[in-house]
């Protein structure tokens, strides 16, 4: 069972460049979820999903997008990057989000991004 | 591979000993609290969940325990083995369906 599994791993852009980080799930999860996480910080949220083609923001969505055209995969899309989208970034999934469900996230092992 | 902790407040403790972690939460609206635990170049990944009409949840060694009076959460451990060095997360969900995460802290087992 691979779980959730994220690629790349690593990669490093030039400014203004884009590119989009892979997200796939093999737990018929309905809810999925991005996180970034800068040094010393915790993990804020960038966009997440409820369901194949609903996407909502979270705390940090400038200058990303996400699609969810299926339950499996959600990719997220960095256009333009800028010096400030260096970080690692994660994603997770869940069956069913809160307290009629359950508080377990299922994380990928992230994707380190370099902006140079 | 690079830390994701550089700056996170520590805990250091003796192997054996009893660890206790704290977090402040600021919304008041969240009814819902997790604890995540995320070792070097590795994702988060779950502990103990205690929900809001609760003040204490124990699962193995470790021990969750909520005051919402002052919008505090702890997380204990139990005869802290190396093994639990790792940076640990709390994390709240009120209502919109995605957590929002604690600013961490690392936990240091001396051997």
């Known amino acids: 069972n691979a779980g959730v599994t994220q690629t790349p791993k690593f990669r490093i852009l030039k400014i203004g460049q884009s590119m989009t980080l892979q997200c796939t799930q093999d737990m018929n999860h309905n809810y999925m979820y991005w996180y970034r996480q800068d040094p010393g910080m915790g993990l804020k949220l960038i966009y997440y999903?409820?369901?194949?083609?609903?996407?909502d923001k979270g705390e940090v969505p400038n200058g990303y997008n996400v699609s969810r055209s299926t339950t499996e995969d959600f990719p997220l899309r960095l256009e333009l990057a800028a010096p400030s989208q260096t970080s690692v970034y994660f994603c997770?999934?869940?069956?069913?989000?809160?307290?009629?469900?359950?508080?377990?996230?299922?994380f990928g092992e992230g994707s380190r991004l370099t902006v140079l | 591979g690079e830390s994701v902790g550089l700056h996170l407040p520590t805990l250091s403790v003796q192997e054996g000993d009893n660890s206790i972690i704290n977090c402040a939460y600021s919304n008041s609206a969240s009814d819902y609290f997790i604890w995540y635990k995320q070792e070097s170049g590795k994702g988060p990944q779950f502990i103990i969940d205690i929900r809001s009409n609760m003040d204490k949840r124990q699962g193995q060694r470790v021990t969750v325990l909520l005051n919402k009076t002052v919008k505090h959460l702890s997380l204990q451990i139990a005869a802290t083995q190396p093994g639990d060095s790792a940076v640990y997360f709390c994390?709240?969900?009120?209502?919109?369906?995605?957590?929002?995460f604690g600013s961490g802290t690392r936990l240091q087992v001396q051997p």
């Open positions: 999903s409820v369901g194949a083609g609903i996407t």
């Open positions: 997770a999934s869940t069956s069913k989000l809160g307290l009629a469900g359950t508080g377990e996230l299922f």
């Open positions: 994390a709240e969900e009120g209502g919109r369906r995605a957590l929002t």
